[in-house]
């Protein structure tokens, strides 16, 4: 069983950078696929970014201003968002599943969630 931890978010300005975390306990960082989705109000959750092994994929919406990673030392998953609006508020969620299943965009194929962590931009 994997489980999850969130953390960071809070309450920031419009252009302003937020880093995110998860600590990851139960599997080591590198033998898990990786992701962030995140869940407006009134709106489904919504895929953010993935890593595995060395690669990383991302939404169209957050490609270019987030960046995600991974430390193995730490077990733990990052989210480095930079100039952010405010339709990036939202509950950010990490999520796993094994590295030998690859990554995906779709909620649905992760086994394992954290509880979120609320992030809220003001204009």
């Known amino acids: 069983q994997v489980h999850l931890v969130e953390s960071g978010g809070r309450l920031v300005q419009a252009g302003d950078s937020l880093r995110l975390s998860c600590i990851v306990s139960?599997?080591?960082?590198?033998?898990?696929?990786l992701a962030w989705f995140r869940q407006a109000p009134g709106q489904d959750r919504e895929f953010v970014a993935a890593i595995w092994n060395v690669n990383t994929y991302y939404s169209i919406s957050v490609e270019g201003r987030f960046t995600i990673s991974r430390d193995n030392a730490e077990s733990a998953l990052y989210l480095q968002m930079n100039n952010l609006s405010v339709a990036d508020t939202a509950v950010y969620y990490c999520?796993?599943?094994?590295?030998?299943?690859?990554?995906?965009?779709?909620?649905?194929?992760?086994?394992?969630w954290g509880q979120g962590t609320q992030v809220t931009v003001s204009s």
């Open positions: 139960g599997r080591t960082v590198d033998s898990l696929a």
């Open positions: 999520a796993a599943r094994p590295a030998g299943l690859g990554p995906t965009k779709y909620g649905s194929n992760y086994d394992d």
